[in-house]
């Protein structure tokens, strides 16, 4: 699974009960039914941009680790550094391999390797390896270097959108079977309420209410009593709203 808009690197397991050692073994990977790797973004905010401060700090290791102690299908993780992955697909393996750039602020042209997942022929765990993959040996050629110029046709924006204060790291696991873990950030004090709402507008469930100091949060919301179905969490804020997905899967 590809996916990127949280903006920060991410490499999983996938699996229905990554607490149950009966259904995942933690060690071997054993009961993962596929793998995930999410892109950092080149430009786009992430986690140090949103709370304000300059690249790896004490709060940021502390975020990662316990981020990874409650999901302990996540395999690494890294909040900060902005980049891309180049994915090598062959027969015997899928490889994906991080970079990071120097600056997003100046243009560059240096980057650095961070490290390479794989996940092997017939297998849906992941492993990492410290190397990147092997490079073609008749690779296309680079994208040129002078870009077309674009031409901005509008710019929709939402004032009620809490995206700029709070941002959701993600809901996990998803799809979900008995309870659901929502990671967020918060850059600024302010009063968060998490509503669960079914597909017909329904809130199924409502937490918090309560204010918070800037810094990163776990919420565990109890889903037993929940049906299978399409659900959508709402995050609010006296800075507006912002709303995640997840599936409800028994």
Known sequence: VLTGDI???????????????????????????AVEFVTPSISSANVDELLGVRGRTPFIDQAEGIIKMLNPHIKDLELTNHGY???????????ADYYFVDSIAVPTKTEKFWKGFYSPENSSTVSSVSVPAIAKLN???????????LTL???????????????VLGIYPNP???YMNIGYVLKVPQIVTVKIYGELGDEIHSALGTNQEPG??????????I?????????ITQNGST??????NK
Do not use: M
């Not at 992955?85 to 490889?95: C, M, N, W, Y």
């Not at 046709?153 to 941002?167: G, I, P, R």
């Not at 709303?243 to 409800?248: A, L, N």
């Open 216 to 225: 990163t949060y776990s919420l565990l919301v109890d889903t037993k009593n």
């Open 7 to 33: 903006h920060c690197s991410w490499v999983s397991d996938l699996t229905k009960n990554p607490y149950d050692p009966k259904k995942y073994n933690l060690k071997t990977g054993e009961g993962s039914g």
């Open 139 to 149: 690779p296309p050629d680079f994208a040129p270097e002078t870009v077309q110029e």
């Open 153 to 167: 046709v509008s710019k929709e924006t939402d004032e009620n959108d809490a995206s700029n204060s709070l941002l």
């Open 176 to 178: 979900l079977h008995t």
């Open 85 to 95: 992955f180049i994915l090598d697909v062959t027969p015997e393996k899928a490889q």
């Open 243 to 248: 709303t995640r997905t997840f599936i409800v």
């Open 227 to 235: 049906e299978n179905g399409k659900y959508y969490c709402r995050f």
